[in-house]
Structure formats: structure tokens, C-alpha cells
């Protein structure tokens, strides 16, 4: 994927970094000359320009993007000005950094694809949610071995666990596996419930709302979710 990442600070450098190594060809841009230096030997092209400059942002290759992250941490003005003008050109998919509740009400109402928040989300978790097909969460128990939450991959809905023998085929796990629903609340919004069903049965028949929580190495579960 072609990926470009604005802001290049703790979340945004490590992000940019971590996308370049799983294949991705990724621009990172920051106004910091520093942190261009710094981070030129780790990401794919760094570049210094203000992002906020409408006629130097034109100037990206944004039709050929795949991804935009405004990673902008420090100043909440300079993200929504940013995350506008990518919003304005009509990218692929944009993704914003929140760095309180009301900045993330903004985000929604500019129309941004999804929302980072990494005081909640690490860098790590984000590489593997863009780089591998179907990912929902996931967490890293080692550099190789994770437990990820994913979607059912469509070739093999309506087949039962036993069917699929993901133990043998691609040497992973199933651990549970999750069950969201839309439920009202007494005030009459709504909220999202998640259930667990414990360990399932190889009996159990796979459905297009599951969300499969596995074990096993990075490699495995990417080459599992191709499948998709």
C-alpha cells in the first residue's frame, strides 16, 4: 500500500516506521526538519512542508494513496486544519489522531474514516489493523507472536471450526469468539454490547458477525486473513 502519514512525533514516526517495514512504501511529513533527519533511514521518504498549505499538499500524490494519517498530536488547531484539507481532496481513506473527546466530535463531523487515539491504541496495534485484511484489534505478546481480534474471512462463512482445521492448515488458534450487538439503553441511546462464547466447539458453524479472536505468529494469521 502507498500511505501518508502527517506528523512525525512519537506515535506518528513509530507508525510511519513499522508501515515501512511491513512493505508499505509511506511518506511521512512533519515541518520539523529534525524529525525528517531523524526519521529518513526508517520510513520510506521523508519530506519537511507545512501541511496546511493547500497548494504544497496538492502537490502529494494523493490520487496513488491508499492511506492518509494525520498524526498530529500537539496542536489540535494545526490537525483539524490538516484533516479538513485531506478531507477536501477526497482521499481514499483518512484516518485522524484525537487528542481529547471534543477534537474527536470534530474529527466525526469532518467525516474521517476511523479515529486513532494513542493513549489507548499503540502504533503497533495500528500497523497490523491497516496491513493485515480483516484485523479488528489486536495485541502483541512478542515481535512475532499475537492475539488478534478479525473478521470471519468470506471463503470460509458458513463452515463449521472442525471444517477448517485452522490448527493443521495454517498452525493457528481460535481462542473465543466474540458477538457484538446494538443494544438501547434505559435513556433510549444506544450502546455496543461484546460477548464472549468461551471455547467453541469444532461443531460451531461460522457466521459474517463473528469476530475471531486467534493465537499465533504474525506471519500465520496474515497468511490466514489473505484468504479474506
Not at 13 to 42: F, P, Q
Not at 137 to 160: C, R
Request: with cysteine; proline share 2%; charged share 25%.
Amino acid at each position: 500500500m502507498k500511505i501518508i502519514v502527517v506528523g512525525l512525533g512519537n506515535f506518528g514516526g513509530s507508525i510511519a516506521s513499522k508501515l515501512t517495514l511491513r512493505g508499505n512504501e509511506v511518506i511521512g511529513i512533519d515541518l520539523d526538519m529534525n524529525k525528517v533527519e531523524h526519521y529518513k533511514e526508517k520510513v520510506s521518504h521523508t519530506i519537511r512542508m507545512d501541511a496546511t498549505d493547500e497548494a504544497t499538499v496538492s502537490g502529494l500524490p494523493l490520487k496513488d494513496t491508499d492511506i492518509v494519517i494525520v498524526a498530529i498530536g500537539e496542536d489540535q488547531g494545526v490537525n483539524v486544519m490538516v484533516t479538513a484539507l485531506f478531507k477536501n481532496f477526497k482521499v481514499k481513506r483518512l484516518i485522524s489522531r484525537s487528542i481529547n473527546t471534543l477534537h474527536e466530535k470534530v474529527l466525526v463531523a469532518i467525516g474521517v474514516d476511523d479515529i486513532a487515539r494513542p493513549e489507548q491504541e499503540t502504533a503497533e496495534r495500528w500497523a497490523k489493523k491497516l496491513c493485515f485484511k480483516g484485523v479488528v484489534d489486536s495485541f502483541e505478546l512478542t515481535k512475532d507472536f499475537s492475539i488478534v481480534e478479525a473478521d470471519v474471512p468470506k471463503k470460509y462463512l458458513n463452515q463449521t471450526i472442525g471444517d477448517i482445521n485452522l490448527r493443521e492448515k495454517y498452525k493457528i488458534l481460535i481462542l473465543t469468539i466474540l458477538k457484538k450487538e446494538e443494544v438501547e439503553t434505559v435513556i433510549g441511546q444506544t450502546k455496543t454490547n461484546t460477548t464472549s462464547l468461551g471455547v467453541p466447539p469444532a461443531t460451531y458453524v461460522l457466521q459474517k458477525a463473528d469476530i475471531l479472536v486467534l493465537y499465533g505468529s504474525n506471519e500465520d494469521i496474515q497468511e490466514f486473513l489473505k484468504t479474506n
